[in-house]
């Protein structure tokens, strides 16, 4: 049973351009949550999606970030006109249901902005 | 004041030594709590759930003092394996429209042979 799937696993970026994560929950799992882990601090909240739905989008960014989970497909967090300070690794995890208490993370995704 | 505050260590210790991590919780509401454990440039990956009654796993026990909002990992017989960074993780109110998990910042430990 393959875990959560990220891709890329390492990302670069020109200041101004778009970055797109993906992200491909556990088989069987329809919840789907966003956390950034910046240089030397703890994992930080984004986005809480589940199929076609937002249901927490409380850590985000207010301008530039997005997060969808189509019905098919992986999900997407987009970043667009990145800056230096969106360097940072990127990581989501997936549950089988809303109120499951385990969420089981993916390798992540590093994104550096030159 | 941060949500959920460890102590960022580093806390060295020799192999066979007994250490105690220790975390505390600013929403009294938090309804689950959590040891993850995180290897340098990986994926958080989860140690244990927390219950109010303590449980042990192995070498690991974890306490949880509600009135307190206090949370203990105890580690018994350290590896050189145990090295990595723990981190103390709550889950927001059961049954609220959110299930997102707030990490406090890790507390790094090194296990000298």
């Known amino acids: 049973n393959a875990g959560v799937m990220q891709n890329p696993r390492h990302l670069v970026r020109r200041r101004g351009q778009e970055a797109r994560l993906r992200c491909s929950p556990m088989?069987?799992?329809?919840?789907v949550y966003w956390y950034r882990q910046l240089p030397e601090e703890g994992l930080k909240f984004m986005v809480y999606?589940?199929?076609?739905?937002?249901?927490?989008e409380s850590g985000m960014p207010k301008e530039r970030f997005s997060a969808e989970f189509p019905k098919e497909g992986p999900s997407i967090l987009r970043i667009q006109q990145v800056v230096r300070g969106d360097s940072a690794a990127y990581f989501c995890?997936?549950?089988?249901?809303?109120?499951?208490?385990?969420?089981?993370f993916g390798p992540g995704t590093r994104l550096t902005v030159t | 004041r941060k949500e959920v505050e460890q102590d960022p260590g580093p806390f060295n210790v020799p192999e066979g030594a007994t250490v105690a991590f220790n975390c505390t919780y600013s929403?009294?509401?938090?309804?689950?709590f959590f040891w993850y454990r995180q290897d340098c440039r990986k994926e958080p990956k989860l140690l244990m759930s927390?219950?109010?009654s303590g449980n042990e796993d192995g070498r690991f026990t974890a306490q949880l003092n509600r009135a307190s909002q206090y949370i203990s990992l105890l580690i018994r017989d350290s590896k050189l394996s145990d090295s990595a960074t723990y981190l103390c993780?709550?889950?927001?109110?059961?049954?609220?429209?959110?299930?997102?998990?707030?990490f406090g910042t890790g507390t790094l430990l090194a296990v000298q042979p």
């Open positions: 995890a997936s549950s089988p249901e809303r109120e499951g208490i385990e969420q089981y």
């Open positions: 088989k069987g799992h329809s919840h």
């Open positions: 999606l589940q199929k076609e739905n937002i249901i927490d």
């Open positions: 929403n009294s509401a938090s309804q689950s």
């Open positions: 927390v219950y109010s």
């Open positions: 993780v709550v889950r927001y109110p059961y049954g609220g429209a959110t299930n997102k998990l707030i």
